[in-house]
């Protein structure tokens, strides 16, 4: 069964500090993975996309990086913002092109305090 | 900018009662998806649709049916609402093709009482 697994579920840090949110999955046959942030109420969007062959992928002060072989992601944000505060959701893809499913983990709750 | 609009952010309806919720996106994507979203559960896949008329079950379809007439918009239908399907209800939609992001609606908080 494939699974993705997040950690922590939620997190609590000071405004300027870094973070690194993790996943583990448990997908096969593995196409890409996903990071989303979601803000409350609102819909996910999309912050990296990694296939197999990346293993760091930067969107400003995300940096995602993803290690194939113990099947792990991980999701660092330098110099945390206020606007940082959301859900940060792990989505992983398995199958081939135009049979792709996914599956999403159930996300790690960030607060940033001032 | 690429957008996929959600007709209500708010819902409420009785039990028993027939709910449409309503997505349009304005990408020309023939791929688009209605998820539900539970606390503890993540997203789970209701139904999608690869094309127009075209509709294929999700991993939990039961209580639920879809509509896609036009390529813009895929409606969610819940053909008699029960208080298990009060959630958050998203839509999404995608090129064909591997390698691209999903684009999610804002999403529907529906509450059924």
């Known amino acids: 069964k494939n699974q993705v697994e997040q950690s922590p579920q939620s997190l609590i840090i000071l405004e300027g500090k870094n973070c690194t949110l993790q996943c583990n999955y448990t997908v096969s046959p593995f196409s890409n993975l996903r990071w989303y942030k979601q803000d409350t109420g609102r819909g996910p969007v999309s912050l990296t996309i990694?296939?197999?062959?990346?293993n760091t992928k930067s969107n400003g002060r995300y940096t995602a990086t993803l290690d194939a072989d113990t099947k792990q992601s991980s999701l660092h944000i330098t110099a945390s913002q206020l606007s940082d505060s959301a859900s940060y959701i792990c989505v992983v893809s398995a199958g081939f092109v135009g049979n792709e499913k996914l599956t999403f983990g159930t996300g790690t709750r960030l607060t940033i305090i001032p | 900018d690429v957008k996929v609009t959600q007709s209500s952010r708010y819902l409420v309806k009785r039990t028993g009662e027939k709910v449409f919720l309503e997505c349009v996106q304005d990408?020309?994507?023939?791929?688009m998806f209605w998820y539900r979203q539970d606390p503890g559960l993540g997203l789970r896949l209701i139904y999608f649709s690869y094309d127009v008329k075209m509709k294929e079950k999700g991993d939990i379809p039961e209580g639920y049916s879809v509509s896609r007439e036009k390529k813009e918009r895929f409606s969610l239908i819940l053909e008699s609402a029960s208080t298990n399907q009060t959630s958050m209800y998203l839509c999404?939609?995608?090129?064909?093709?591997?390698?691209?992001?999903?684009?999610f609606g804002s999403g529907t908080r529906l509450t059924v009482v």
């Open positions: 999404a939609s995608r090129p064909p093709g591997s390698g691209y992001g999903y684009t």
């Open positions: 990694m296939t197999f062959s990346e």
């Open positions: 990408m020309d994507h023939e791929n």
